[in-house]
């Protein structure tokens, strides 16, 4: 089986890209040719070494001859239309672009969770509004449904849209996309294997690990941790655009003495602070198209506190594997970390099942399996 991935970047940008490029990786190993076209000015040579061949020109195809075409992220609509109506294709929906307007998937005024299909709630809510680019005279740019309305029709002839969650099945049905070309396949990145069950820790020490953009709920996170009683110390490890807005919040709050934030870490040195940690938050104000943050924690033995927001429901289970709270709840959320740092025994209990749900269930073979699977059916 010949594959042609389809992405905009071609480099080790983000979660999406790490995704493609260890599927290509372990699908090359097992023996089926891999392909990247792309539309980087500045491709990386180690991101393009997996592939068997890679360009950002079309002549790519012809040349490549793919038995199947796996298009990730592609803004122009009207080339998945052509290049679905050329090829058997798949289409792996990675976040919330192809439906919503704002790409967030949450109201942008009173920050809830957008549970409607692309419509006239998009236009009730100012989600028509956004910012223009850097390079616009104005500073206010306008988006119209008609435009989501379009993307998802020139999909009408991909034949598989794979996705990581219930929540982002949903998503795509309510938009008029048939049930039965959505699949669900939690995508699992290979290095998730190297990734063991600590020794349970004995401190009162809270941990988010994670982009601090407003969509991630740092904010959240620290209005939620003013509830928990006692001693505790929280660390924020990432950076992002909202990290001095959440700074300043925490001396608001009168907890910056108990918060510290680091900054960005790299991945090989998480361990240490996994390892300190009594439990894991995932706050997210946006619904998580899947939350892999979160399974990273787990594999690490250590339960997850969260929100049921987008995909996190479908691996956070409460009193299992960690505790759940309502979306955007709070006062919710920080009983639940308190619960959890009063009661270590407990603690232990939901780390040790939360390890052994992702040996179950998350795992990089398991993904392949799934994956090499769907394409056989769709090629």
Known sequence: MRVLHIHERAGFYGGVEQILHDMAAALTARGWPQALFHADSAPRPDYLSVFADSSSSESLIARFRPDVLLIHKLEDASRVAALSQQRPTACMIHDHDLV??????????????????????????????????ASSVFPLALRSVGERKRAIRAHADVR????????????????????????????VPNSLADFRPQTPSDRREVLFAGQVIRGKGVDLLLRALTQVQGDWHATVVGTGNHLEACKALAVELDIAHRVTFTGWIPHAELDAYYARAAVSVVPSRWPEPFGMVGIEAMARGRPVVGFAAGGIPDWLEHNVTGLIAPEADTQALGANIDRLLRDPVLAQQLGARAAQRVQERYQPGMFLDGMTQLLERIA
């Open 100 to 133: 919503c307007l704002r790409r967030h998937k949450y109201f942008p005024i009173d920050t809830q969770i957008c549970d409607l299909p692309a419509g006239v709630a998009c236009y009730r809510h100012l989600c028509f509004i956004q910012r223009a680019a």
């Open 160 to 187: 598989l849209f794979i996705v990581g969650s219930r929540w982002m099945q949903r998503e795509l049905v309510m938009n008029g996309i048939p049930e039965a070309r959505v699949h669900v396949l939690p995508p």
